[in-house]
């Protein structure tokens, strides 16, 4: 059984915000919304780094341990997804997470939020695969296509790599060998436990 | 001599008991407190290495800042955005999952049973003589502000506790789909009664401040809590003692309730998720323990102590119910003056003298 994870190579990434477009434009999500976002560290100095961060599908994820309603659920593939129909829009998950991955349609007064929406790992929801609903409420699910998420597909210097955690890794490992350097499995260590493959 | 030593020696022993209890207590807090030292000198040689480490691995401080919140700068607009790895969610989650679960479902179960208890073996604290003549104990207005905050803090009080224990509690009853129909309309109407809540409960704790300062009676009345452990009947002035100290817990922990509510409800304002987290702790243990002392209130106020609900339902008391637990406050209103000056200062009182 694979085990899904992302891993941004910092020392490949440009950038250049292409995975955050590609899934702006392949889940249609609304504005304001942004799965996926690109942090700058050093901006504008020498050591200058890029990392692409969403919602990194933890193992022991603490957004579905203090959702009040109980609506997130882990895949057979360890990718986190939540259930919108029961989502209250709380934002316990947002204060839970430290990705900063859990994102609301609306910022009002009087806690109004709207039902969160994050980064599905390209899988969807609940709902039967890639039905209209499912489409309307998580985007397009590439998972069940048997495709991996477009925005690492879609990444010009493969530096965000998604899939099983395995072949991640090993892909990671190789260019470390080559080009020297340590690893850094960016934010590996906070959203997965040891022994989870 | 000898006599005198005799006389003495119980009081010695006393006082060797509390100091012997107040070091232990003071070693038993203290002594856990050097592990603090083993620790920082722990931390003091790991930092040795660390450097030693940068020195080889510039990158090594560069990732730990990462993973301790370093800020950094994203394309993508929003609160915190630059930030990679937030922390502060995962202290906020045990604190949420663990202690204020635990702790707070603990105290709201023991108060039931010490509510049910005290019911069962001491029974209804009934007038000793009715008389049938009425004094008006509440305005019309005092009434109102108290039925008003009490209805929409009960209100309050089971959305609220729905969010923090509904899922243990209620999705087995419920089913998911049941219980986040339930949470669907409590978040709304926690979050919108909250205002005019805010506002009643603010007005109320301005106005009754007066009714509630603290006079040395009270702590008389305190230490035989209210007669129930010594059999006497303790002065009182309009409010007793019990009632006052209510009173502050219900000052200071109803500001420390909405003050953290207020960052709740506003995350449009950009708090970030610290402050966020933060107030989510103080309100959720404000909360609960409000609603365990109001349970008290609710108690005493209702069948535990006959002629007090008739007072706040139509604003007249039995003149027996004022002899009996405000005594000052009937002496007062019937212009009996009080038999030692120095204990029975003048109560404030809000209520008229009627015949």
């Known amino acids: ?197 | 001599m000898r006599a005198e030593t005799i006389t003495r020696k119980p009081r010695n022993r006393r006082r060797i008991a509390v100091v012997t209890v107040a070091l232990s207590m003071l070693l038993a807090m203290a002594l856990p407190l050097t592990g603090y030292i083993a620790h920082d000198a722990g931390m003091a040689w790991a930092q040795s290495d660390d450097a030693a480490e940068e020195a080889a691995n510039p990158r090594a401080e560069y990732w730990r800042a990462v993973r301790e919140g370093q800020d950094g700068y994203s394309a993508v607009p929003g609160a915190e955005a630059g930030v990679l790895v937030q922390n502060g969610g995962e202290n906020w989650r045990s604190l949420r999952d663990g202690p204020l679960k635990f702790f707070g479902g603990s105290l709201l179960i023991a108060v039931l049973i010490a509510i049910i208890g005290k019911h069962l073996a001491m029974g209804k604290d009934r007038l000793d003589s009715p008389t049938g003549r009425k004094m008006t104990r509440w305005s019309g207005f005092d009434r109102a502000l108290h039925w008003y905050v009490g209805i929409s803090f009960i209100i309050l009080s089971i959305t609220g506790l729905s969010l923090q224990f509904g899922r243990a509690l209620l999705i087995p009853l419920l089913g998911k789909e049941g219980f986040a129909a339930w949470a669907q309309l409590a978040k709304p109407v926690h979050d919108y009664l909250a205002l005019p809540f805010l506002v009643g409960f603010t007005l109320m704790l301005l106005i009754w401040i007066p009714r509630n300062i603290l006079r040395s009676h009270d702590f008389a009345w305190l230490r035989s809590l209210g007669g129930m452990i010594r059999k006497d009947h303790p002065q009182a002035g309009f409010m007793n003692g019990g009632e006052k100290i209510f009173f502050w817990i219900l000052f200071f922990g109803g500001v420390a309730l909405m003050v953290s509510g207020f960052y709740l409800l506003f995350p449009n304002l950009g708090w970030e998720r610290e402050t966020m987290q933060l107030s989510h702790i103080v309100h959720s243990a404000s909360g609960v323990f409000l609603i365990a002392i109001s349970l008290g209130h609710i108690y005493l106020g209702s069948v535990g102590v006959e002629g007090v609900l008739e007072g706040m339902v139509s604003g007249e008391v039995d003149e027996a119910f004022a002899k009996q637990h405000h005594n000052l406050w009937y002496d007062e209103v019937k212009g009996i003056a009080p038999p030692d000056k120095s204990s029975a200062a003048p109560d404030v009182s809000g209520a008229t003298p009627t015949t």
């Open chain 1, 1 to 197: 059984m694979a085990r899904m994870k992302f891993l941004c190579d910092a020392d490949r990434c440009i950038e250049c915000n292409g995975c955050v477009t590609a899934c702006k434009n392949e889940h249609e999500v609304p504005w304001g919304v942004n799965r996926r976002r690109v942090v700058t560290l050093d901006d504008g100095v020498p050591g200058e780094k890029s990392i692409s961060v969403a919602c990194m599908h933890c193992t022991d994820a603490p957004c579905a341990a203090v959702c009040p309603v109980d609506c997130f659920y882990t895949t057979d593939d360890g990718i986190v997804l939540h259930d919108k129909d029961l989502c209250i829009g709380c934002g316990y998950c947002l204060y839970a997470c430290p990705f900063g991955a859990p994102q609301f349609p609306q910022k009002e007064a009087f806690g109004v939020r709207g039902k969160m929406d994050k980064c599905t790992f390209c899988a969807g929801g609940p709902e039967e695969d890639n039905s209209a609903a499912e489409h309307e409420k998580y985007g397009r699910n590439r998972v069940a296509e048997g495709k991996l998420p477009l925005c690492a597909e879609m990444c010009s210097t493969k530096a965000l790599l998604a899939g099983d955690g395995d072949q991640v890794s090993d892909i990671y490992r190789e260019r470390i060998t080559k080009r020297g350097g340590r690893p850094e499995t960016w934010g590996w260590d906070t959203a997965y436990k040891k022994g989870d493959a």
